[in-house]
Structure formats: C-alpha cells, structure tokens
C-alpha cells in the first residue's frame, strides 16, 4: 500500500486547496479563544466532527509579543480518522489544542484525495463556518509541490482569476538535485501575482490568500518529457543503468 501511495503521487497532475491530497496542504490562523468544532470532510460525506480547544494567548511582555513567531501545529487528516474498515470509538476524544493567533495546517493523506475541513465557533450549525477549506478568505495559504514536469492550468474557482505554472524538464548533471526554495504567490481579487509562474520539479508553491476568497485549482494541460527521443514515463524520469565489466 505503501509503494501504491508513492506511485500515486508522483503521478499526480491535479491539485485543489478545497479537495486535498498528499501533496497539498491549507493553513489557517485561529484567533478566537474557545471550543470550537473542527469537521472533516470526503467529498460531501461527513467523516468526523471533533472539539478543538483554542488558547487564549499567553501574557508577554511587548518586546517578547512583537518578537514571537505564530506556532503551526501540523495535522495529518490520517490521525483524525479510522483505519479502512473501522469504526471511531463512540467515547468522547481529547480535543486537539491550538494556541490562540496560531495556525493550523491540514495534511491530506498520501494516496487519497478530495479531502477539506470546516471549522465553527460552538455547537450552532447557524452560524457560517468560521474557515472552510474550499473557499480560502483573507491570511489563509496553501501549499503544494508539483513532480510532473509540463505546463499546468492555474485557476481561482471562486473568482475565475487564471494563470499558468510550466515545471521544467530536470537537467541530470553530476551533483544531486536539490529543488529551489518554495516560491511564493500572492492570491488577491485581481488574480495570482505572478499569474505565469515557472519553476523547477519538486520546487514548493505558496499561494497566500490576500482580501479575496478563493479556491486554487492546478490542472496538468502539456506533459512536458524531455527532449524528443529520450523515451520518458509519463510519471517520472527513467534512468537507465548498465552493469560495467569487471576491472582487469
């Protein structure tokens, strides 16, 4: 299973920040202290709705507040849900805890997709979602990582704002391959800055989501396989290794 899920994301050519995957993740910083009700989602069906328990921030000093760094707590969706066939035990769980003016970033699991999250201020079902995973307000961010080299469709579903992203074909050379650092975007309601984006396999993406809201779709549009001739997979770069003689 483990092999399947390796394969499955070097082959994949499709991301979206409101149906997660393995190569995707969405950030969102909680202010407001208090319980709140984090729910996950597959699609449409409900997975599981639990308490998390937001800190009230810690008292400082005003050199230590404007020195701080806001804490990230990661969260693989994996550990919030069953093993495939297995029911969540029905006794109440731990709420997870985060603190306040922290973020929360939601992992998709390797070799699943099409997952989100909603987060709600107490109990009410009335009241609008404090985040929703499938459409991104104003601080929130989502990164990917792209493996694919080719030329990929760049949308915005909520405002239709496009763009384009092209991954190069990798150089083999002598010295191993090191993706550049990730390459920041900004999402605003007059679209992606930069909306052409070129970068290297395996370099991250950050798209941080300005005063718009947005749902980021990345769609493979032209493989890219390397000079004609070469005889590349269409998931990853095939290298071919010969036995040499033995020395004499």
């Known amino acids: 299973m483990k092999n399947l899920a390796a394969l499955q994301i070097?082959?994949?050519?499709?991301?979206?920040?409101?149906?997660?995957?393995?190569?995707?993740?969405?950030?969102?910083?909680?202010?407001?202290?208090g319980t709140h009700r984090l729910t996950i989602f597959q699609g449409d069906k409900v997975l599981r709705t639990m308490p998390v328990l937001i800190q009230p921030p810690q008292v400082m000093t005003a050199d230590a507040a404007s020195a701080a760094t806001p804490v990230s707590v990661q969260i693989n969706l994996r550990d919030?849900?069953?093993?495939?066939?297995?029911?969540?035990?029905?006794?109440?769980?731990?709420?997870?805890?985060i603190p306040a003016q922290g973020y929360m970033v939601f992992q998709a699991p390797s070799g699943v997709s099409g997952?989100?999250?909603?987060?709600?201020?107490?109990?009410?079902?009335?009241?609008?979602?404090?985040?929703?995973?499938r459409e991104l307000q104003n601080g929130d961010i989502f990164t990917t990582?792209?493996?694919?080299?080719?030329?990929?469709?760049?949308?915005?579903?909520?405002?239709?704002?496009?763009?384009e992203i092209r991954v190069e074909y990798p150089v083999v050379g002598n010295t191993p391959y090191t993706p550049p650092d990730a390459l920041n975007v900004q999402v605003t309601d007059q679209g992606f800055q930069p909306n052409a984006i070129q970068i290297k396999p395996a370099q991250g993406l950050i798209f941080r989501v300005g005063n718009t809201r947005a749902r980021i779709q990345i769609e493979l549009v032209e493989p890219d396989d390397g000079p004609s001739g070469v005889g590349v997979a269409a998931t990853s770069p095939v290298r071919r290794w010969v036995n040499p003689s033995a020395p004499k």
């Open 115 to 133: 997952y989100a999250v909603q987060l709600r201020t107490g109990d009410s079902d009335t009241q609008p979602p404090s985040f929703d995973s």
């Open 10 to 33: 070097l082959g994949q050519t499709s991301f979206d920040s409101g149906a997660l995957s393995g190569l995707g993740a969405v950030a969102h910083q909680v202010s407001a202290a």
């Open 145 to 163: 990582t792209i493996l694919r080299p080719g030329r990929y469709s760049l949308v915005n579903a909520v405002t239709g704002a496009k763009g």
């Open 80 to 97: 919030l849900l069953p093993e495939l066939g297995q029911v969540m035990p029905r006794q109440p769980q731990p709420s997870l805890q």
